[in-house]
């Protein structure tokens, strides 16, 4: 299967940045994406989610952007903060219930 | 609201024995559990998918007879491990979900097993 090996794709900002975390998905049929925000040894926690019928979803300090039609999916995150440093991933619906995670990005902000 | 609780937060067993991970959604009945493995710098790979009173899910090349679920209740699954090897040592994590369909998974703290 798909292995990102032991490298995760990382992306260094300084704090007070904007962070752009970017996805592609495999499922043009896929109808819900969710980001989730996961810290070391911890289980993945809910960031913002969007349904395939909008384009565009704000939440506190994150926004969501998708683009069906080339299947990519962006994270933003405004003034970015040391807290923000994490391993990010997007998830697509797979099965009627079923979530495929991405690859993950992890997040480095420093002061 | 919508936590989800995982026991134990870490266990370490000897190779050849069989480890239970409880999952419990503590303020909500969860429609539908899953459960997902984790290895280090990698993503989440659903394991199965599991819904109250009946079998789980699994997903292809997951071994049902190694790793059994159970979904006794709307609030609480469990996976055991059986005669676990140094190979199933991983970060096992369950999520919740409260509605059917495409929707939010509540995500539990995971749990680290070591087999020695």
């Known amino acids: 299967g798909e292995s990102v090996g032991l490298h995760l794709p990382t992306l260094s900002v300084q704090e007070g940045d904007n962070s752009i975390i970017n996805c592609a998905y495999s499922n043009s049929a896929s109808d819900y994406f969710i980001w989730y925000k996961q810290e070391s040894g911890k289980g993945p926690q809910f960031i913002i989610d969007?349904?395939?019928?909008?384009d565009k979803r704000q939440g506190q300090r994150v926004t969501v952007l998708l683009n069906k039609t080339v299947k990519h999916l962006s994270l933003q995150i405004a003034a970015t903060q040391p807290g923000d440093s994490a391993v990010y991933f997007c998830?697509?619906?797979?099965?009627?219930?079923?979530?495929?995670f991405g690859k993950g990005t992890m997040l480095l902000v420093s002061p | 609201g919508a936590v989800v609780s995982q026991h134990p937060s870490r266990v370490i067993c000897k190779s050849g024995t069989s480890v239970k991970i409880e999952c419990r959604s503590l303020d909500f009945q969860a429609t539908t559990m899953f459960w997902y493995r984790q290895f280090p710098k990698q993503s989440l790979m659903l394991m199965a998918t599991?819904?109250?009173?009946?079998?789980?899910?699994?997903e292809q090349g997951v071994e049902k007879d190694k790793f059994l679920i159970n979904h006794a209740s709307l609030t609480l699954s469990t996976l055991t491990v059986t005669s676990a090897h140094p190979e199933d040592s991983s970060f096992y994590i369950c999520?919740?979900?409260?509605?059917?369909?495409?929707?939010?998974?509540?995500f539990g703290p995971g749990t680290r097993l070591t087999v020695l």
């Open positions: 998830a697509e619906n797979g099965g009627y219930s079923t979530l495929t």
């Open positions: 999520s919740a979900s409260e509605l059917a369909g495409p929707n939010e998974q509540f």
């Open positions: 969007i349904r395939s019928n909008m």
């Open positions: 599991s819904n109250e009173g009946s079998k789980a899910t699994y």
